[in-house]
């Protein structure tokens, strides 16, 4: 398991791709139609909504069922299960400033499920918000990841080898509290698995 540390706290906090300010489906629709994806995948409750509301289908959603830590409206929540009835649901344990083995492996699973052209739900028990990073090591290049940056807007990263090598970077810099979370990221960032 993996654990942020105040530094990367700090660096995280600034958008890790492309910002497009604003609120609601106009961003969304903003960096969608300036983008050519491989795989879409999506993190974060909000962003999954107004994303699903713009019409376009993420290959993968990441939810955690709460917003900047407070649960989401039940409206939304119900919308987000309305639209997203037949994607595969995958659960994964992840809390908050964490990355699990668990996480990574179901976020592995469910990129292997898309890559076969299925969709799939992650449902995070703890908070979704780091699933960026793995996300961003394991997707194929050309893959796209939105995720929402609070009251800014929406951040694209559009995945070459030098942005996951980014990540990557920050992920080495993460304290590692036991298992094998980073040499398994390692091997995936590295072409050895998959």
């Known amino acids: 398991m993996l654990k942020l540390t105040d530094e990367l706290r700090k660096i995280l906090a600034e958008p890790q791709g492309k910002l497009y300010e604003g609120e609601g489906i106009e961003p969304i629709m903003r960096a ?10 999506c993190v974060g409750d909000i962003v999954t909504y107004y994303t699903l509301k713009s019409k376009f289908k993420p290959d993968i959603v990441v939810i955690d069922g709460r917003s900047v830590r407070k649960y989401i409206n039940s409206n939304i929540k119900a919308e ?5 009835l037949s994607y595969t ?5 992840n809390p908050a400033s964490h990355i699990t083995e668990d996480l990574v ?3 592995f699973k469910a990129i292997e499920l898309a890559k076969s052209g299925n969709k799939v739900k992650v449902f995070v028990d703890g908070e979704e918000d780091l699933a ?19 009251k ?7 995945l070459s ?3 996951k ?4 970077d920050l992920v080495k810099r993460m304290e590692v509290l036991g298992g094998d979370t980073l040499d398994k990221l390692r091997r995936w960032f590295n072409g050895d698995v998959g």
């Not at 090598?165 to 990557?168: H, L």
């Open 32 to 41: 969608l139609s300036e983008a050519n994806f491989v795989i879409l995948a």
């Open 80 to 84: 987000i299960e309305r639209m997203t």
């Open 89 to 93: 649901l995958i659960k994964a344990k």
């Open 105 to 107: 492996e179901k976020l």
């Open 132 to 150: 960026v990073m793995p996300l961003a090591i394991m997707l194929p290049k050309g893959s796209l990841i939105v995720y929402g940056q609070p």
């Open 152 to 158: 800014r807007g929406v951040v694209a990263i559009t």
């Open 161 to 163: 080898r030098e942005k």
């Open 165 to 168: 090598s980014e990540i990557f």
